[in-house]
């Protein structure tokens, strides 16, 4: 085991997700560090593992029944050494501070990769937003900001949605933000089009992530046109990867939530995909309903217990997952194997384990690392920042042109990584490596800080 993760795990034994991700990077840049003598000796490895700043705080707020609830907020802010942190949030019951680090480390490297000046940081809190009434949201995101917003600000740390965290709870936190402040800043990314929003910003995680993975097929002549998707999840991530690619001419055949997931052999086309948005961004139900609505589609009951996720033995030349971390396992890796696909595309941070990653390493198979592929999320998160400081909105056509731009460089950026550090098709490689060398490169110039 590397001194590094022998460092980490003494530390804090039990961040299982935050070990996972700097193993996956330490494993990659150790020909960058036997090559670098000066990141050892400024110590840059020990470093970049430890957040610049971590805060706790509590999130007292009223339900409504007039019941006090308690919940834990989160803010880590990992390395600002390219830029302001930049952060994802989110609301999910599994947060802690281990799914906080991991986010926030895997961010560090993304937003590098992205060219924009960005760092990175994560927050969140461990609050369950399923079941809540829109005025609990509310008032639980007030509560929430009125300790985030000492932490947060358009040169601090800026902040965007993540996992239960939608336009709904932007704007609440947005709200209360320019209350406190008293200032109409962007110290949020995320906003609705008429108070500061961008353009694309809504699609771009899952957009980028199906230009990336267009990008992948064309190093092997291949297109998305006519290709059988898997997709997981039916949230912000999974429902613009699975436009983009029905608009590519691809045939998207699952979608998933934490409960179950559904199978439409016929395809799920732009109305189903409307019906799907309609049910999880407004009515906020459950993706069962769907089989419910479309006669020919099945719907199966996952149990997240279990090692392995029937939605992946289906059939299909590619595969999106955008569900959440560790969602593909061992035994889910080989079904993706055996069922002939040749594309992963991770439109989520992490989702497959560390033994499933290794498989399709091993058997060559186009493989996208979450920090290569989903990095349209941030990157247009850095475009919204633009326009904010310039005070003027871009036209959405102009925005995507900019996404496909930073996507296909990062794409690049990558596959010439991976190459000259004589691990050719290596995405992984590639991204850990290139977004590692800029970072430290910073670290080195800004000293000892
Ligand atoms: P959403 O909250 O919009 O959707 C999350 C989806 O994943 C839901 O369908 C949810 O189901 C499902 N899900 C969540 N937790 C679990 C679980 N433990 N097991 C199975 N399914 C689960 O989040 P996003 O779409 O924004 O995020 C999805 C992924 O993409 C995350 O990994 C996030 O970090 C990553 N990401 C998001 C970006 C963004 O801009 N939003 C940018 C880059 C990456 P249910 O409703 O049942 O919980």
Same mark, same amino acid.
């Given at each position: 085991m590397s001194y590094i993760l022998e460092i980490i795990k003494a530390?804090?034994?039990?961040?299982?997700?935050? &070990?996972?991700?700097?193993?996956?990077?330490?494993?990659?840049?150790?020909?960058?560090?036997?090559?670098?003598?000066?990141?050892r000796q400024a110590a840059v490895l020990e470093r970049i593992v430890e957040p610049e700043r971590m805060i706790t705080f509590r999130v007292p707020w009223l339900d409504d029944q007039n019941n006090v609830k308690v919940n834990r907020g989160f803010?880590?802010?990992?390395?600002?050494?390219?830029?302001?942190? =930049?952060?994802?949030?989110?609301? &999910?019951?599994?947060?802690?501070?281990?799914?906080?680090?991991?986010?926030?480390?895997?961010q560090v490297f993304k937003n590098a990769l992205t060219t924009l000046p960005l760092g990175g940081g994560a927050g969140g809190s461990d609050?369950?937003?399923?079941?809540?009434? /829109?005025?609990?949201?509310?008032?639980?995101?007030?509560?929430?900001?009125?300790?985030?917003?000492?932490?947060? %600000?358009?040169?601090?740390?800026?902040?965007?949605? /993540?996992?239960?965290?939608? @336009?709904?709870?932007?704007?609440?936190?947005?709200?209360?933000?320019?209350? $406190?402040?008293n200032e109409f800043t962007g110290a949020l990314t995320g906003k609705g089009l008429n108070w500061g929003g961008s353009l694309i910003r809504a699609q771009a995680a899952g957009y980028g992530?199906?230009?990336?993975?267009?990008?992948?097929l064309a190093t092997r002549n291949m297109t998305l046109d006519g290709?059988?998707?898997?997709?997981?999840?039916?949230?912000?991530?999974?429902? &613009?990867?699975?436009?983009?690619?029905?608009?590519?001419?691809? =045939?998207?055949?699952?979608?998933?939530?934490? @409960?179950?997931?559904?199978?439409?052999?016929? %395809?799920?086309?732009?109305?189903?995909?409307?019906?799907?948005?309609?049910?999880?961004?407004?009515?906020r139900g459950r993706i069962r309903e769907y089989a419910d609505k479309y006669s020919g589609s099945v719907y199966t009951p996952v149990d997240a217990n279990s090692d392995f996720n029937p939605l992946w033995s289906h059939r299909a030349a590619c595969a999106f997952p955008c569900a959440t971390q560790n969602e593909i396992s061992e035994q889910d890796a080989y079904a993706i194997i055996n069922n002939n696909v040749k594309?992963?595309?991770?439109?989520?941070?992490?989702?497959?384990?560390?033994?499933?990653? /290794?498989?399709?390493i091993d058997k060559s198979i186009l493989y996208a690392p979450g920090k290569a592929a989903n990095a349209g999320g941030v990157a247009v998160s850095g475009l919204e920042m633009v326009q904010n400081s310039m005070r003027l909105n871009w036209l959405g056509k102009e925005v995507d042109q900019r996404l496909k731009i930073i996507m296909k460089g990062i794409h690049k950026t990558?596959?010439?990584?991976?190459?000259?550090?004589?691990?050719?098709?290596?995405?992984?490689?590639?991204?850990?490596?290139?977004?590692?060398?800029?970072?430290? /490169?910073?670290? $080195?110039?800004?000293?000892?800080?």
């Open positions: 530390r804090d034994p039990n961040e299982r997700e935050f &070990h996972q991700a700097v193993q996956e990077v330490i494993d990659s840049i150790q020909p960058v560090l036997d090559q670098n003598p000066q990141y803010c880590v802010e990992m390395s600002s050494a390219i830029g302001p942190y =930049k952060s994802a949030l989110r609301f &999910h019951p599994s947060v802690n501070q281990s799914i906080l680090k991991f986010l926030a480390f895997e609050f369950d937003p399923k079941g809540k009434s /829109d005025d609990e949201m509310m008032r639980f995101c007030q509560n929430f900001m009125t300790e985030l917003y000492l932490h947060i %600000g358009p040169n601090t740390d800026i902040a965007a949605g /993540d996992i239960g965290v939608g @336009s709904r709870e932007i704007g609440y936190l947005f709200g209360m933000y320019k209350r $406190l402040r992530c199906v230009y990336f993975a267009a990008e992948m290709q059988v998707c898997l997709v997981s999840g039916a949230g912000n991530v999974a429902q &613009h990867t699975a436009e983009k690619l029905i608009e590519l001419g691809a =045939k998207v055949i699952t979608l998933s939530d934490s @409960s179950g997931y559904v199978y439409d052999p016929e %395809g799920i086309d732009r109305d189903k995909l409307a019906y799907v948005k309609q049910l999880k961004n407004i009515r594309l992963i595309c991770e439109g989520a941070n992490m989702p497959c384990t560390s033994d499933a990653t /290794d498989i399709f990558c596959l010439e990584t991976a190459e000259a550090y004589a691990t050719p098709g290596n995405y992984l490689n590639g991204a850990n490596i290139s977004g590692f060398v800029k970072v430290v /490169d910073a670290m $080195l110039d800004q000293g000892v800080v």
